[in-house]
């Protein structure tokens, strides 16, 4: 047999046929007889001559739901002399069953008329128990899924998609996505569906659908021959947990950042209003849309709307004009009047129907109106059983109102805010009690017809207790005369009035004008010790004397002994800047009372200027002792040629530009020529 003989290429054809499991048919539409091949009848389960050979032998060999349809089919291919295609199931001798898909077409006479039908059938039980095994995975996993065709309609939805889109198969089987699911259009849906589409690729993204829906979801769209495979997840609850997570941070995150700035605002001396602002500032958005603090202020407890924010900067100023009329417009019950009389958190479900009825028309309606206000929590700021004031916080009526966890956030942030408030007023009340003790005890110096004397005491611009810096000048009975610079160590009540303890025993000590500089220190030391003082202090004590001779020749002698201070400064009519001292002096006043004392001389000419000091002044966080030491020589020398009076505010000035960090004395003492 010839690779060209028909009868070779026949064979090889029935060898591909049977090779690939296709069984083929006959039916003469004439006779009747319906003709199988091996391969057909053994697909159907039956032994050679098993088979009737006839249309009611094949009928019978059907699977009882599928015969009519089945039939149906091969009348309509007979009918319109054209093809047949079905699938259907065959039941077996053994009683089991088996899909086939049958294939053919009608062939005519001359006349047009069906006279014969041909096709093959192949089993596909294999493929539909893999579907079945698909579409069993599909149907238990607790997933959503559903599969769309290439006109975005739907071919297949599992029992979760359908639980999850509120919608059945028979609604959406067949049904488009467009028209079933109308806001999509347009959607991060539509967006990506069509990318995966066009683009054969996997898309995975998250998405919000509107109600009735009303849900967040999580999905994966896969592209195929067919169409397009959908699997979503329903997120919302996981969202909303995410959102709870990120929520309670952001509150968590307020509350620390509120204590902060109190505390760094009002602790660095800045005042409550511009404090209370920044609190209104972070309040928003985390709490509500906007927010309004009130503040009581002065004797008589009035209170001032002093701080207001808008998370809409289109708004802020509406919400500034509210704060500024609103305590002047509102009855004496409205809510946050109550809250603050009451001391008690106020909630409020509908503010127009509270608050808008009892507005005057004019500015602070239409204000009142412009900001749109739904719900409110007013809380009183309580410390130490006082109210120092109120935080309003507002939502509109896009957001719901505060939950127990945001009220108790709020209410964390008002008592927060109120103990700051309240701390620093005790604090500066506590310190003005102090410094105004200090600055009794700092008498103005006298004024000798043959120097000039100026003295200062400033206290630190930060919010610190007054401390214990000290200053004195006085004339001795032999006319000399004493100038005296200290520092108690502490900063408080205590240190100011231990100060004076100091001052008025040293002056004492010293007037008698027979005890040299050193001297004075010793049994100022002794004293110190003897009386249980248990303080510690630094000092410098100068005496200018001058002898006959001297005031003949204009010359002036400085003598001092210096306690564990910073070093006295000597201006000289030259210009000249000298140190007294390249050290801290000896110890420190309190350590041990024995300590070995000197002091030291030198002879000046007229003119010349001697500056006293504490360490407020030349050290800081910001600047070395010694630095600032060769700072303060630096400016005494360019700053020579001014008045006294003008002297120590202008070293101030050029030293601490930005404000004292601890408080500063100083005694400055200029020598007429004579």
Do not use: K
């Not at 630094?538 to 400085?558: F, I, K, N, S």
Request: with cysteine.
């Amino acid at each position: 047999m010839l690779p060209d003989d028909p009868d070779f290429a026949r064979l090889r054809f029935e060898l591909a046929i049977d090779a690939a499991g296709i069984g083929s048919f006959d039916w003469d539409l004439e006779t009747g007889r319906l003709a199988w091949d091996d391969q057909l009848v053994a697909i159907f389960g039956l032994e050679a001559d098993g088979f009737g050979g006839t249309i009611e032998s094949f009928a019978e060999r059907l699977h009882p739901d599928d015969r009519d349809r089945t039939l149906a089919a091969l009348q309509e291919a007979i009918d319109t002399v054209g093809a047949y295609d079905a699938e259907f199931r065959v039941v077996l001798p053994s009683g089991g069953t088996r899909w086939v898909q049958g294939r053919g077409r009608a062939l005519a006479d001359d006349r047009g008329r069906a006279v014969r039908l041909l096709g093959a059938g192949i089993d596909t039980t294999d493929r539909h128990e893999g579907d079945a095994r698909v579409s069993r995975v599909l149907e238990t996993m607790r997933s959503a899924f559903f599969a769309l065709d290439r006109e975005w309609c739907f071919t297949y939805v599992n029992a979760e998609a359908e639980r999850v889109l509120h919608r059945g198969r028979d609604e959406l089987l067949g049904g488009d996505i467009w028209e079933l699911f109308p806001a999509a259009v347009g959607s991060d849906f539509e967006v990506n569906y069509r990318a995966a589409m066009e683009g054969g690729e996997e898309r995975v993204f998250e998405a919000y659908y509107p109600p009735p829906l009303d849900a967040w979801y999580e999905v994966r769209a896969w592209p195929g021959p067919d169409g397009l495979s959908v699997y979503f997840l329903d997120v919302t609850e996981r969202r909303a947990a995410e959102q709870r997570a990120r929520d309670s941070a952001a509150r968590l995150s307020l509350v620390a950042e509120v204590s902060a700035l109190m505390s760094a605002w009002l602790g660095s001396g800045g005042a409550e209003e511009p404090a209370l602002q920044r609190v209104a500032e972070a309040v928003v958005p985390v709490l509500g849309d906007w927010a309004i603090l009130t503040l009581s202020a002065g004797e008589d407890g009035r209170m001032r709307d002093v701080a207001s924010w808008h998370r809409d900067p289109a708004l802020r100023a509406a919400a500034s004009a509210y704060a500024d009329l609103r305590l002047a417009s509102i009855p004496p019950d409205a809510p946050v009047l109550r809250a603050l009389h009451s001391g008690r958190l106020l909630t409020v479900d509908d503010v127009p129907a509270a608050i808008r009825p009892t507005l005057p028309e004019g500015e602070v309606r239409e204000v009142f109106d412009a900001l749109a206000p739904r719900t409110a929590v007013t809380l009183p700021l309580l410390a130490r059983g006082r109210t120092l004031g109120a935080l309003s916080v507002y939502r509109g009526a896009d957001r719901p109102a505060a939950s127990a966890e945001e009220v108790a956030a709020a209410r964390e942030v008002a008592d927060r805010v109120a103990l700051a408030l309240d701390n620093a007023r005790l604090f500066d009340q506590q310190r003005r009690l102090a410094e105004a003790l200090q600055r009794s005890m700092l008498t103005a110096p006298p004024q000798p017809d043959h120097a000039e004397i100026v003295v200062r005491y400033q206290p630190a611009v930060e919010a610190a207790q007054v401390g214990g810096d000290w200053y004195d000048a006085f004339l001795q009975p032999d006319g000399a005369t004493v100038l005296v610079i200290g520092d108690v160590v502490g900063h408080d009540t205590e240190a100011a009035a231990t100060m004076g303890q100091l001052r008025g025993m040293l002056r004492g000590i010293a007037y008698r004008g027979d005890v040299p500089p050193d001297a004075v220190l010793a049994e100022l030391d002794a004293a110190v010790d003897a009386l249980g003082m248990r303080t510690m202090a630094t000092a410098v004590v100068a005496r200018v004397e001058q002898t006959p001779e001297q005031r003949a020749a204009g010359t002036t002698t400085l003598r001092w002994s210096n306690a564990g201070h910073p070093p006295p400064l000597l201006l000289t009519p030259d210009g000249e800047v000298h140190t007294l001292g390249t050290e801290r002096g000896q110890l420190m006043l309190g350590v041990d009372p024995g300590a070995r004392r000197s002091s030291a001389a030198v002879e000046v000419p007229r003119g010349s200027t001697l500056l006293l000091y504490t360490d407020g002044l030349v050290e800081g966080r910001d600047l070395l002792l010694d630095d600032g030491i060769g700072l303060l020589g630096t400016a005494l020398a360019r700053l020579a040629d001014l008045p006294l009076e003008r002297l120590g505010d202008a070293l101030v000035a050029r030293l601490r530009p930005e404000g004292l960090q601890d408080d500063v004395a100083l005694v400055a003492m200029r020598l007429h020529p004579q």
